[in-house]
């Protein structure tokens, strides 16, 4: 005895599974006659995806072969969820014994695929077991995305949904089976012939670089395609481990390639139920560099100030880096506190944060401006804001701050210098090397009104200082 339960709803099931193989030239394509009490209500056509699941497909067509279905009810009916039937006990047994199906029926291994449950779709009953499918069917009346993955799709009608529509309306008992019986006679009708197109590949280009796990590949909309099926493999004659991308949109991100500069070969395919097109032209492409090994604030942290520099080691092929510093493990844009990307170097003094607070950092390598792997996430906690001074901007001495057309500036040292100036956002004003020297003049003429960070790299560390600019 078996039932299928979903979303609280006891959907019962069975089956029977014959060694009959069907041959199909496309899409298979099947009327389903409604009679209720012996009067008819309509027919509903469904179309079958034997290129989906043809496991499915072919137990349903050699069960229509043999008119197992003809007199079975559609024996459970529910509102906004779905209609069910092709138990061979509701043909002539108890209504008791109906949903409960045949245990001697043989079972059809699950075939999941990202085909969603919309409107229309005929999908497989199944108890808990999920290779337990036989003759038993469920047409969908509404939506119902919570089954994907979960239940076997395979058809889904054409035309009719409107007779679908008055099943389900049907009085029904408390165990939602019509209180008429409403029985089904099912032929196979015409196939649906149709090809499908080879999917034009929009990115990435041919020989790309940077490629990450969070890459979107994109190609164009193949009319009537139902899956977009993606291969990549090390190996351009696809040999071994090859990676396999299902899906329904005309994009993805592959989280499974490899980063560090890894290359990859790569072809797609459409897929409209009925056939497969031929594969699209091999591509090929370079995985994005390693995350770097986060440097300074050391993991746990405590600062002193709420103005911190990021350090990091360099990453073997990285063009530059991109940084986020958030206030949650999530990353997401409304725990953000600071972000940049484009940086060249293996630092970057970040604007004020939010004092006294716990803040997750991390780094990702970036090649050809696109974002490859972070860094796993290191913590600091931020200590008191100070206003505009940070705790190390005694070691560099400004004057006049605030300043309007120049800032003269006292050199901790005497070796040559890189300069940079960021406003509170981290935007890069100006960067220039300056040789060793006493005194440098800065002219900030041309920088608006605000305050500015300036930070000075050279052989002796980084150091940095505030200033304000006044007009």
Known sequence: MKKWTITGCMLFLAASLSAQIGQYDGKPRYELEARRAGVPMGTIAVEMFPSIAPLHVRNFDSLVSIHFFDTTAFHRVIPGFVIQGGDPNSRHGPRSTWGYGDPSQQDVPAEFSPVSHKRGIFSAARDANINSANSQFFICVADQVSLDNNYTVYGRVVSGMAVVDQIVSAPRDANDNPLQKIEMFVNRGQD????????????????????????????????????????????????????????????????????????????????????????????????????????????????????????????????????????????????????????????????????????????????????????????????????????????????????????????????????????????????????????????????????????????????????????
Do not use: C
């Not at 071994?240 to 290359?263: H, S």
């Open 192 to 471: 649906d012939a149709t090809p499908v197109a080879v999917p034009q590949v929009i990115q990435p280009g041919a020989n790309a670089s940077g490629v990450s796990a969070a890459y979107p590949f994109q190609w164009d909309t193949v009319a009537g395609a139902l899956l977009y099926e993606l291969e990549f493999s090390r190996t351009p004659d696809f040999s071994g481990n090859i990676i396999t991308k299902r899906v329904t949109k005309n994009t993805t991100t592959v989280a499974e390639l490899e980063p560090g500069l890894v290359p990859y070969y790569w072809r797609m395919r459409a897929n409209n139920g009925g056939y497969r097109s031929a594969y699209t032209t091999v591509g090929y492409f370079t995985t994005g560099a390693q995350a770097p090994a986060l440097m300074e604030p050391a993991h746990l942290a405590v600062l002193i100030g709420n103005v911190p520099d990021l350090k990091w080691n360099s990453a073997e092929g990285a063009e530059t880096y991109h940084v986020q510093v958030s206030t949650h493990t999530s990353f997401l844009p409304n725990f953000i506190r600071y972000e940049q990307g484009g940086i060249a170097d293996t630092f970057v003094t970040t604007t004020a944060l939010d004092p006294s607070r716990k803040h997750y950092w991390r780094v990702a390598s970036e090649v050809n401006g696109v974002i490859g792997e972070y860094s796993p996430a290191w913590i600091f906690t931020t200590g008191v804001s100070t206003g505009i001074e940070s705790s190390e901007t005694s070691r560099l001495s400004l004057y006049p701050n605030p300043a309007s057309q120049q800032l003269s500036i006292r050199m901790p040292d005497a070796s040559e210098h890189r300069l940079r100036v960021y406003d509170v956002r981290g935007v890069l004003w100006k960067e220039m090397k300056i040789a060793a020297d006493d005194v440098y003049t800065l002219d900030v003429s041309d920088l608006p009104a605000g305050f500015y960070t300036l930070s000075l790299q050279s052989g002796s560390g980084l150091q940095r200082a505030v200033f304000s600019v006044v007009r």
